[in-house]
């Protein structure tokens, strides 16, 4: 699809999110319309409380999130499996066979939320991994060692050296995505491996560097998992998100909690960008002189990894400011007692996504 920019319109093949957090209950319903007016498939995430470690309670996940679809929008959750120490691999096959699981996630344990049942020892789970290669299902990383001596600031590069690495060395076949890359090391890692690995980078690891956590006292709207890194590591997230090349893909991460998770003793570490993703995303491509290069990231590098049909539709952008509101408000808000902050809350971007007809 060719790419049309005639006088501040930007039309593309309508994109995908292949990493998002729905979370569940309530918040789940006020969060999911925000993605699906948008992208037409996403790569959901299982880290609920429980997670999700069968195949029924994927089908019951995937139940309740198409509930929360708005009629007249086509959209399809792509299901993943929670990685634990002990998942059975007939449960990875079952669920492969039924075309219920698109991927598994390994989450090591402890390294960010709900996964504390997460893979204590990776080495332990590499026979989940060879039935995974077998069977042609792709691992999804949350790339971060837990190790309470290395920095956090490290963990990301550390654990593409010690459990990455020698993964892909193993395991030839498995393909495998590197979650929101956050670091120069993991990009030079991911463009100079196999075809067999890819990442996807978020919007918000594009737009800021770990300052803004910093910035006039303690950001809590700003602090993610993996966090944001030096300026150095950002550059390097835009040059190689705007690079063009096929093992870069779009993946949000947007991970909502609410207001009250957010700003407290022990706030959690997560940043709701879905609502304006495609947007922000847009920014940074116009800033680097890469709007031709969007519709790949966007729309086409994520499908062609997951061996999945371009979507056939869509999708406008028009050049013109919108000021993003200081709050996100849920739909069951009636008790006023809880709200979102986005990412990019009370700034301004230059792209808004025209409704789809």
Not at 131 to 136: A, K, N, S, V
Not at 271 to 286: R, T
Not at 324 to 338: N, T
Request: proline share 6%.
């Amino acid at each position: 699809m060719p790419l049309n920019i005639p006088q501040g319109h930007l039309t593309l093949r309508q994109p995908d999110d292949w990493h998002v957090h729905f979370r569940d209950g309530s918040l789940m319903k006020s969060v999911v319309s925000s993605t699906a007016r948008v992208f037409r498939r996403a790569i959901v995430m299982p880290n609920l409380s429980p997670p999700i470690t069968t195949v029924e309670a994927a089908i019951a996940y995937r139940e309740r999130i198409l509930s929360s679809v708005p009629k007249g929008i086509s959209f399809s959750p792509l299901m993943t499996v929670y990685l634990t120490d002990n998942l059975s691999v007939n449960v990875l096959r079952e669920g492969s066979q039924k075309a219920v699981f698109t991927a598994a996630k390994l989450y090591p344990a402890n390294a960010t939320t709900n996964s504390s049942m997460g893979v204590t020892k990776i080495t332990n789970i590499y026979s989940i991994f060879e039935t995974m290669e077998e069977i042609g299902l792709p691992l999804l990383v949350h790339g971060e060692v837990t190790d309470l001596d290395v920095d956090i600031y490290d963990r990301e590069a550390v654990f593409i050296d010690k459990y990455l690495s020698p993964i892909l060395e193993r395991f030839p076949k498995l393909r495998v995505v590197l979650e929101h890359i956050t670091t120069e090391q993991a990009v030079q890692f991911v463009q100079t491996a196999s075809e067999n690995l890819a990442a996807t980078i978020t919007p918000h690891h594009l737009h800021i560097n770990r300052n803004a956590m910093f910035l006039g006292g303690l950001r809590s709207d700003f602090y993610c998992l993996p966090v944001a890194k030096r300026e150095r590591h950002r550059i390097a997230l835009r040059k190689a998100a705007t690079s063009g090349k096929p093992c870069f893909f779009l993946g949000t991460d947007s991970a909502p909690h609410l207001r009250s998770s957010k700003e407290s003793s022990c706030g959690c570490a997560g940043i709701f960008n879905a609502h304006y993703a495609l947007e922000s995303y847009a920014e940074v491509f116009e800033e680097e002189n890469a709007l031709d290069r969007l519709e790949g990231f966007a729309s086409v590098h994520g499908a062609a990894f997951y061996g999945m049909p371009l979507n056939e539709d869509s999708i406008n952008l028009k050049r013109v400011f919108q000021v993003i509101p200081e709050r996100f408000a849920l739909q069951e808000e009636a008790e006023k007692i809880d709200h979102l902050v986005p990412f990019h809350a009370g700034e301004s971007l230059r792209w808004v996504v025209e409704p789809m007809v």
